[in-house]
């Protein structure tokens, strides 16, 4: 019986080359298992590490979004992250940004309101946001663009958008 086996030799920069051997005979070239495995690795328990918070913060967004977007990660892989609470300073900028869309300084309606009733009253009555995932606003064909997804919670209602180039997008 002839045994299998092979070396790992330890390069410079982390990278590993494996040799596979049978008996005497040297079966396969080296190859080397790189830095990719160990940061894929890392980019998963990142995804974990959020998880385990139940909150995100605005920078983890944006830097799932840019993953998710260049095909490090696939949906499947962020499916655990949706429906997560924001922190504090995030749902104060939203909420700021959203009444801004909606009333002026002054107190009085704009003109170029995009709210309806039931987002009026969301807003009025407002209590957090929360991100509640990615979608994909690309047209057939191009590449995947994804973007976050919200919810404003208010007290009897809410609503979920997303923003595009400064222009909110109410989807439900």
Do not use: C
Not at 14 to 35: A, C, D, H, I, M
Not at 125 to 152: C, D, H, M, Q, W
Request: glycine share 8%.
């Amino acid at each position: 019986m002839v045994k299998m086996a092979y070396k790992i030799s330890h390069l410079r920069g982390g990278e590993e080359e494996r040799t596979y051997w049978e008996g005497q005979k040297k079966l396969t070239n080296s190859f080397k298992v790189g830095k990719d495995d160990k940061k894929q690795e890392q980019k998963k328990l990142f995804l974990e590490d959020i998880k385990k918070k139940g909150i995100i913060t605005e920078k983890e967004i944006l830097l799932v979004k840019r993953r998710l977007n260049d095909g490090t990660y696939k949906e499947s892989d962020i499916a655990d992250l949706y429906d997560l609470n924001l922190t504090q300073e995030q749902n104060t900028k939203g909420f700021n940004w959203l009444f801004d869309k909606w009333k002026s300084p002054t107190g009085k309606e704009r003109k170029d309101n995009p709210y309806g009733y039931r987002e009026e009253e969301a807003l009025r009555t407002f209590e957090k946001l929360k991100f509640t995932g990615f979608t994909n606003i690309s047209t057939y064909g191009e590449f995947k663009n994804y973007v976050p997804l919200y919810r404003a919670e208010g007290k009897d209602t809410t609503f979920e958008y997303y923003v595009q180039g400064g222009k909110i997008n109410i989807t439900g």
